[in-house]
């Protein structure tokens, strides 16, 4: 797990601006503000790293400019305690900034004072010692309405320092040791999205919700295995994700009535058996992804929702879908990983399917609907990693087909239908192949170059 959370860390790190930088013209902004920012990223940067860049390269990594402003300004990746007294004069000559995108901070113990005078809207704290650290100034930065906050070796207690920040609209908070979201949260009054992430979570306050504009909920723990009853009173959450080790589907889901998207992933527990009845109160869910090692069957009050996007992957048990689910609007259906033996029967009325993704089970025979056409606006097909020996001959009716996915099967040739599909890509490898239809060999691509297939009719 303490692997998991510094993969976790990492991509937060990376952020939104990576070494692969887009160039800008920095004769957009004035010479003055040009060598304020390169003043700015020479105290900044350390020796051995101004080796490897220019300072303008510098600025083109980590600052954004549009309309001859300064959006974006990352003071992230170089600073150190020895440094950061000396930014102070430098940033206060940049006046022409009345708005950051984003900043973000790293080993900073206060606000720099010209992030007081303008508006910063979202706002990235990363301080290795954070627990001793009140960042002074931070209540200073009323526009700000995104925060995130990294703390990979804070002591177990949530960051207090937020509940000055009553226009905050986003906080993301990934602490490895945080043990509780505190009833303190509701100062945030105007929360829309509340995320969390730590290694040691095991409980949640019931006044989350309190948060009654909160929009999205993000909650990833492996020893959170409870949610407060209350958090059915969240009347417009319209997202929750849960990354932990619920014993059950918690019921408070299902009065989160305004619920479009719902996913529950990395559960060991073995009780989660099935996807309850309750499930078919969200009438408004579009989107559902389950991964539970024992789930076996789910309700057919399912097929009361909107589902268009539905992902069931990782049970070790063959899984028991209802008739019943083929009334519903799916465009997106992936079952991965699900020991399936045969194609599930449900999935044949599907007219607005797009992508159907059933690899990495055990099918032994892949059957669409009778009328094949019922897919017509099918364009992904991914078959892969199963023990299928023969495609349906009218495959190729599939008008909109664009990838083909059938590696690692019994394949040993392809129905000549498939000739139909000119901007087919396949991916192939991994069978028996013995021949193939001219027909195909002259239309379909091959996925790794997009060139037509180079196979010969023997193999």
Known sequence: MKQLFLLILLSLLVGCKSNKYEEQDLSDLSNEDQEILRDVFYKLTPDRLLKKYTLDKYINMYTKIENSKIVYLSLFYFSDAERVDQLDESLSRLRKIKTLNKLKLRNFSYIPDI????????LVLYNKEDSLVSYTGLEELKGLKDLLVIRP???????????TLENLEIIDISQKSLREVP?????????????????????????????????????GSPKLKSLPSSLSQLKKLEEFKLFCSLPELPECIAGMESLSGLIIKNNKIPTITSVPDFIGELTNLRYL???????????????????????????????DFPIELSSLPIEYLYLNNLHLTKTPEFINN???????????????????????????HLDYLDLSDNVIPTLPKD??????????????????????????????NIYWMGNPWESLPSEICDTVKDFRDGNKMNFTTSL
């Not at 992030?115 to 979202?122: A, H, R």
């Not at 992430?197 to 019931?206: A, F, G, K, T, V």
Request: hydrophobic share 35%; glycine share 2%; with cysteine.
């Open 115 to 122: 992030f007081k005078t303008i508006e910063v809207e979202s």
């Open 153 to 163: 070796e804070a002591t177990v207690n949530f960051p207090t320092y937020v509940y």
């Open 183 to 219: 009833p303190e949260i509701v100062s945030l009054k105007n929360l829309k999205k509340l995320e969390i992430r730590s290694d040691s979570l095991e409980y949640i306050c019931p006044e989350v919700a309190q948060l009654s504009k909160l929009e999205k909920l993000h909650i």
């Open 289 to 319: 992804s389950l991964e539970a090692d024992s789930l076996k069957s789910i309700s057919k009050e399912l097929s009361k929702t909107k589902l268009r996007t539905f992902a069931i992957t990782n049970s070790a048990q063959e899984i």
């Open 350 to 376: 599907f007219k607005k399917m797009k992508r159907l993704d059933i690899s990495k089970n055990r099918i032994t025979e892949f059957r669409g609907p009778e009328n094949i056409e019922t897919w017509k």
């Open 395 to 424: 495959i190729g009716k599939c008008s909109k087909l664009r990838i083909l996915k059938v590696e690692y099967n019994r394949l040993k040739t392809l129905p000549k239908s498939i000739g139909n599909l000119h901007d087919l």
